[in-house]
């Protein structure tokens, strides 16, 4: 379980791709809807297993870059918490993985 209570900017867009989803390099649309000091917490439209590893694209507005809108592509991130809010809706902590 990760702690909402972490430092967090506001939400922005992004887009995800798992191998272990789909071989094929499907891109997922979705929103990074806090951004932590170690990683994102993502809203997913397909179920994600703890531990899968994510090829992220972060499109990521002047407010939050400090200057011109900017997109970062191929981020090698890894699922390492879901949770479920009372509304049904599945988040889940993706944390920058160094070791791929």
């Known amino acids: 379980m990760y702690d909402q209570r972490q430092n967090?900017?506001?939400?922005?867009p992004a887009s995800f791709s798992c191998p272990q989803l789909?071989?094929?390099p499907i891109e997922h649309s979705t929103q990074a809807v806090r951004i932590?000091?170690?990683?994102?917490?993502?809203?997913?439209?397909?179920?994600?297993?703890?531990g899968s590893l994510l090829s992220l694209r972060l499109c990521i507005?002047?407010?939050?870059?400090?200057?011109?809108f900017w997109e970062t592509?191929?981020?090698?991130a890894r699922v390492t918490a879901k949770r479920i809010r009372r509304d049904g809706a599945?988040?889940?902590k993706v944390e920058l993985d160094f070791q791929s």
């Open 8 to 12: 967090a900017h506001a939400s922005m």
């Open 22 to 24: 789909c071989p094929q």
């Open 36 to 50: 932590l000091n170690n990683g994102f917490v993502i809203a997913s439209p397909r179920r994600l297993k703890v």
């Open 61 to 68: 507005p002047p407010d939050v870059s400090g200057g011109p």
């Open 73 to 76: 592509r191929c981020i090698e």
């Open 90 to 92: 599945i988040r889940y």
